[in-house]
């Protein structure tokens, strides 16, 4: 991936026992193709050595404002004007300290100090023990750096290097990477609430057995991170899958497609979006044994008798239309042939404004995909990508609907 790529970060480093966890950061935004130039305060070179971060970001590192390799004297104008954003992590809290009070007696604080607050924003990765991070002082000061326009990437819990469990670790490095990449991402779903089912059903048979699909979930797990870093709030209803939250999304975890039609209309009721990506099994065994079914040794097999399940995505749609519409509803289609024909077909089935069209055995478990959107007017496709790729272009593609909605019903 190269989410980054094309961005400068000024990587700050400030002491404390994070500052381990600042080198495997340093090189997951390397990897995602940014260019890092890490500043560490004299305090954080009691950790970890410029030489350490130096091989990391294959660049010097800075530690003084009296550096003599600026022709200008000024690391701190140059260092601040090439930068796409400065993240310091670890951000100790004697440090926030110093942000707040606008000190700018070395190089890191004083960098901060001169950014342009407009164009290179701030982000900060707080680190410290339980007790310091609980302080008041320290809440406080977090309140006024936010009120200046940083962004608080908020902290972990558990247990500590001090030997205390609590609240104030640094984030680990791959959830800052992550808040770091979306950061960079428009907002376009800002204040939205938007609801994604994702995965397969398992439809129990007994205790022990029940019918599933190849679903792995991965589109649906995409689209929720996609619409995250687009600033909505997200809930994920889904089936059994192998696959880790996307940080900052709400799952509710379900089993069958009861379950899941039950968990989507609770969360459909408030929700701007829904997106059903979810492969629901089309039937379930009618009944269901409350204990195992044995082999009676007559060489018999047991003959099942299946039901419909509920159609989630034609129920809440239905909803959504008898309610005046406000819930704008996507449909996804998995085929194995004839795309478009029977693609069309399900968006007057489902009574929606969007489907996306995809080749099944091409999509399932693989991490990039091919997809056809198909509204009344006609279909466009979007080429073959990465999985959160065409999650990301599909999320654009209903803020444009939904915005242009919106405008719609305020002109009628
Ligand atoms: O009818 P079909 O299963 O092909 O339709 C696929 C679309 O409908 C997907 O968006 C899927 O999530 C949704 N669906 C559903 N409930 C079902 C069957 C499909 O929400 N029982």
């Not at 390397?30 to 660049?59: C, D, H, P």
């Not at 960098?111 to 707080?126: F, H, M, Q, S």
């Not at 808040?179 to 991402?185: K, S, V």
């Amino acid at each position: 991936m190269n989410d980054l790529a094309g961005k400068h970060i000024v990587l700050g480093l400030t002491g404390g026992i994070a500052c381990y966890k600042a080198a495997q950061l340093c090189r997951g935004l390397v990897k995602e193709g940014a260019t890092v130039q890490v500043v560490m305060t004299e305090g954080a070179e009691q950790f970890i050595t410029a030489v350490t971060m130096q091989a990391l970001s294959n660049r010097p590192v800075y530690t003084s404002q009296w550096d003599a390799r600026e022709p200008n004297g000024m690391p701190h104008i140059n260092l601040s004007r090439e930068a796409d954003a400065i993240l310091i992590a670890p951000c100790s809290a004697d440090f926030m300290a110093r942000l707040v009070q606008g000190r700018s007696d070395e190089l890191l604080s004083l960098l901060c100090l001169a950014r342009p607050r407009d164009t290179v924003p701030l982000l900060i990765a707080p680190a410290m023990n339980r007790e310091m991070w609980a302080h008041p002082a320290t809440q406080r000061n977090m309140a006024q750096l936010a009120a200046d326009g940083a962004t608080l990437l908020g902290v972990g819990s558990g247990w500590q290097a001090c030997g205390e469990t609590g609240d104030g670790r640094m984030l680990e490095p791959d959830q800052l990477l992550h808040d770091t990449i979306a950061f960079f991402q428009p907002k376009l779903l800002a204040g939205k609430r938007v609801l994604i089912t994702a995965g397969p059903t398992f439809e129990a048979l007994d205790p022990i057995r029940g019918i599933t699909n190849h679903s792995s979930g991965k589109m649906g797990f995409a689209i929720a991170r996609a619409a995250q870093e687009a600033g909505a709030e997200v809930a994920l209803v889904a089936g059994p899958v192998a696959l880790a939250t996307p940080r900052g999304v709400r799952r509710i975890d379900v089993q069958s497609a009861r379950q899941m039609l039950q968990a989507t209309e609770a969360q459909a009721q408030s929700a701007h979006v829904f997106i059903a990506t979810a492969a629901v099994a089309d039937w379930r065994p009618a009944e269901q044994a409350g204990q195992k079914i044995k082999k009676d040794g007559s060489g018999d097999a047991p003959t099942i008798r299946f039901v419909e399940n509920p159609d989630i995505l034609a129920t809440i749609a239905r909803g959504a239309r008898a309610t005046s519409g406000a819930l704008f509803c996507v449909g996804f289609a998995a085929e194995s042939h004839d795309l478009l024909a029977h693609a069309k077909a399900k968006l007057a089935r489902k009574g929606i404004p969007l489907l996306v069209g995809n080749i099944g055995p091409a999509a399932f478990g693989q991490d990039d995909n091919q997809l056809l959107l198909l509204d009344a007017h006609g279909a466009r496709e979007l080429p073959r990508a990465s999985k959160l790729e065409l999650a990301r272009q599909l999320v654009a593609d209903i803020a444009r609907r939904i915005g242009a909605q919106r405008q719609q019903h305020a002109s009628a």
